[in-house]
Structures are given as C-alpha cells and as structure tokens.
C-alpha cells in the first residue's frame, strides 16, 4: 500500500530551515520593535503632556500668590526700597525657594496705553535666590522695578490666552546659560476683571530630562531581551522544521510499507511532543527571565524615596513584565490545550465530591474579586459525588469563575453568583455575573480555540482566547458538557453539567 505522496502546500512549507528561522526571527523582531517603539512614543507624549501639566499649575499656583491690587500699586523704581515692595515680592520668593528647578519667576505690568509691557517683581532681586544662582555659576542681574521688558511671542494664542485668562505654555523649551527651560505665563486679573499683566515662570527640564534617559535605558533593556526572545524563538523554529524536513523524507523512503509508514507517523508523534517539550523549555527561560529582571527593576524604583519615584517609568515597566507574563500564559494554554486533544483520554477519574471543590475554587478567586469591589456568594448543595480527575475539573471550574471576574466592571454593588446545584442525573455547576454580557455573534463563537470576543477585561487582565475551549474539552473528557445563557448588557451564567455517580 502506498501513501498518498506530501505536497507543500504553502510558501513557509517551501522554506528552508535556515530561512524559516530568519523569517520567524524578523518577524517576532520587527513586531516587538514595533509595539516598544509605540509604547516608547505614547510614553514620552505622557511625560511630555505631565510636565506642561505640572507647569501650568505651577504657574497658576504662583498667580495666587501675589495681591493685584498691590502690585498695581507699584509704579516706580523709588518702590524697590519700601517695605511694600518687599512685601509683595515676599510670597514669590517663598515659592521659588520651595521650588528649586525654578530658573525664573517675576511678573509684568501690560501698559495698554503704550503698549509696552514692563518688570515689575523678579525674585533675582532677593539675596537668597541670587545666592543659589551664584552657587550654580549662574550669572546674576538685577532687574529694576518697571524696567521695559518686550517680550516677544511668536504665537497669537499667547494674546489670546491671557485675554481669557488662562495659562500660556510655550511650545518648545528655551535654552541659555541656565540650561533647558520651559515657560509658562498666568494672566494677572484685577478686581474689575480686567488683565493687568502676567506672572512668568520658567522651569529646569533637567529632570524631565532624566526620566526621557530613564525610559530609554528601559526601552533598550526590553529591546534587547525582545531581541534574545526572538532569537530563541527563530532557533526553535529552524529546529522544528529540519526534524519535520528529516521525518518527511524518512515518511517518503519508506512510504511502501504500511508498517513502516505507521511506525514513521508513530515517529512523528513523538517529535511532535518532544518538539513541545522544546518550546515549553526554550520559551519559559526567556519569559521568566524577562519578568524576573522587570519585577527587580520595578522593586527598585519602589525602596526610592516618593520624590524620585517616576510614574511613567513604572508604567513601562510594568507593561513589559504584564506582557512577559501574557506571553508564558499563552504558551501554558496552548500546550495544555494540545495535550488535553492528544491525550484526551488519559486522565485519573475518582469518585469526587463537588461541594469542596468549588468551594476552594471560590476562595481561590474570593481575593482577587474583593480588589475589584466585587462579592461572590454561593449555592452550593453539598453530597454530590462525580467520577472526575479533581485537577482537570478544578482548572474547568476556575476558568469560569476567573473569568466572571475578569469581564466584572469594578464597582462594589457589582456580585457574582457561584451554584452547584442537583439537575436531574447530573451536578450542574454555574457561574452567573452582572458584566457586559454577550451579543448572539459573540455566543456563536464561544468554546473555540483562539476566540476573540467583543467584550474586555475590565482591568487590564489579559485573555488568550484559549480558556474557554479547554474547560468544553474538560467537560467533554468527562461525558459532561457545557454551555452559557447571556444577553447582551444584563451579563452571563456559564455552566458546566457532570454526570452523577448512581444518578
């Protein structure tokens, strides 16, 4: 008897080995490389977008800080040395001595009648900022009461702004002896509610500076070990293919006799496990190692003082290490998926009692439930004994109930209704939730391998798409079945049904 001869029947089938690993590699390369230098991007836009944030409060909080009234009253250079002079600049010069990374802060008069704008309060003129500016070799100029000062504005928003009465940020950085700068102008409103001038502040980029080096050193560190993933991955790829190339032409040379060609697909088998042992070896060390290395880096930046701690920063790190561990997640799921259809039939049936099963399962999920302002209360009739392997069925069971967690919205009136319940000759087991329920197209696609719904998680948790499909091969395993009631926007009941012993 001869086999139908193999044909390949694609492009990737085409390739070789060696080609394969590099298409496999540039592949995951390009990407990964693709998604970190998004992240990178809409990082350094957050950044960007929480210093101006951090700049226009400044600015506004400084604004609060002087009397209009008195400042109005100030029109002379004679002022400087009257006590309400000092007064007035006294509240500016506490702000800025609070404030290090202040380069300047001073305020200007707007003469409309002559269309000049003039200086009015400078902290320069206090000896305590003019001292630290001398202690960082910074060159220090007084700047005199109603000295003209014309400040240029390349952008008709800023007359804009200050008209109503908003705060003006400048859209690039500015740089002189001082170093990188940004700046920021506050309209200053009298008591008619007319614009009188503007406090000016000008801030220190040096440790948004820092926190740019920071995310890229970041940003380098999970490109190069993205890189190492790949290359495991390209390796992995090259090796499957030569043993699938070396099997086939083993099948081909001996595709005459039936025995032989049972004993080669009985081969095949086998290195197809083998070959899944590789990829659970080969893949775990790089995600494990990914997540240990983020986990250090995150616990570090945790034992700084609050004041160096870098939200955004922490935020990179911990999408790279949620992504290592959505990564291994996948994986598991995938080959316990595949062991489960290979070996359907080789699990350790007992006679079971549900009742503590599902319990422990409940207080399994309980934790995580509570953190998200969720309750989970249970039916449960107890003395119901199955014929199951309790680990299978307990994997099944947290599936369900893991889920209804995931796809809860995170409110504390929200509750999840965990039921064992008799039902005829089976235990039926049901979880029923208040999230965003499923649309007809989305039940018709439940139980598949790889399904996507159009409901998320609702706190960032991940989702393979594979969960679902091996709790319906578990409950398939076990002459069970399962199914789920839903309608879209009043939540889901999942079940799984198990026949009973003597039922």
């Known amino acids: 008897m001869r086999t139908k001869e193999i044909q390949p029947s694609n492009l990737l089938h085409k390739l070789s080995p060696t080609a394969l690993g590099w298409v496999v590699f540039a592949i995951l390369l390009g990407s990964s490389s693709a998604v970190l230098g998004l992240l990178y991007v809409q990082a350094s836009a957050r950044v960007e977008e929480s210093i101006h944030d951090q700049l226009r409060n400044l600015s506004r909080l400084a604004a609060r800080q002087i009397d209009v009234a008195q400042h109005e009253s100030l029109t002379s250079r004679e002022q400087m040395r009257a006590a309400s002079y000092q007064a007035a600049l006294a509240p500016l010069v506490e702000f800025h001595l609070l404030l290090p990374d202040i380069v300047y802060l001073y305020t200007v008069r707007d003469a409309i009648e002559d269309e000049h704008q003039y200086l009015v309060l400078d902290t320069i003129n206090d000896p305590r900022i003019a001292a630290i500016a001398e202690q960082s070799e910074r060159p220090v100029r007084l700047s005199p009461l109603m000295e003209s000062h014309d400040e240029t504005v390349e952008n008709a928003a800023f007359d804009i702004t200050m008209a109503s009465g908003e705060t003006y940020i400048f859209p690039e950085p500015r740089a002189d002896f001082y170093g990188r700068y940004l700046g920021a102008r506050s309209p200053l409103i009298d008591q008619n509610g007319r614009y009188v001038g503007y406090v000016a502040i000008d801030y220190n ?119 290592a561990s959505h990564m291994a997640k996948l994986v598991h799921q995938i080959l316990a998926n595949e062991g489960l259809e290979a070996h359907g039939l080789t699990f350790d049936p007992t006679p079971f009692d549900m009742a503590p099963l599902v319990q422990k399962v409940v207080e399994f999920n309980a934790q995580r439930a509570e953190n998200k302002g969720i309750t989970i209360t249970t039916e449960i009739v107890r003395g119901m004994r199955c014929q199951v392997d309790p680990t299978r069925i307990q994997e099944a069971f947290d599936n369900l109930v893991s889920n209804a967690v995931k796809y809860t919205p995170m409110a504390e009136e929200k509750e999840i209704h965990v039921r064992l319940e008799h039902l005829g000759r089976h235990a039926r087991f049901s979880v029923t939730d208040q999230g965003p329920g499923l649309s007809a197209a989305d039940q018709a696609k439940l139980f598949g391998k790889f399904q996507r719904l159009s409901s998320v998680p609702t706190d960032g948790e991940s989702s393979t798409g594979l969960g679902l499909s091996i709790v319906k091969t578990i409950a398939e395993m076990h002459d069970g079945r399962v199914g789920c009631e839903s309608q879209l926007g009043a939540g889901c009941c999942f079940w799984i049904e198990l026949p009973l012993l003597n039922g």
């Open 205 to 323: 980029l040096k440790s948004f500076d820092a926190r740019m080096d920071q995310m890229r050193f970041s940003g380098l560190l999970a490109l190069a070990l993205t890189t190492l993933m790949s290359l495991l991955l390209a390796r992995l790829a090259y090796s499957m293919r030569l043993q699938s190339m070396r099997q086939l032409a083993k099948i081909k040379a001996a595709e005459s006799v039936l025995w032989e060609q049972k004993d080669r697909a009985e081969n095949l088998s086998k290195a197809k496990s083998e070959l899944l042992a590789i990829a659970a070896h080969d893949l775990k060390n790089p995600l494990n190692a990914v997540t240990g290395l983020t986990e250090i880096l995150i616990a570090q930046r945790k034992s700084l003082p609050p004041e160096r701690q870098d939200e955004q920063e922490m935020e990179i790190l911990e999408t790279v290490r949620d992504g």
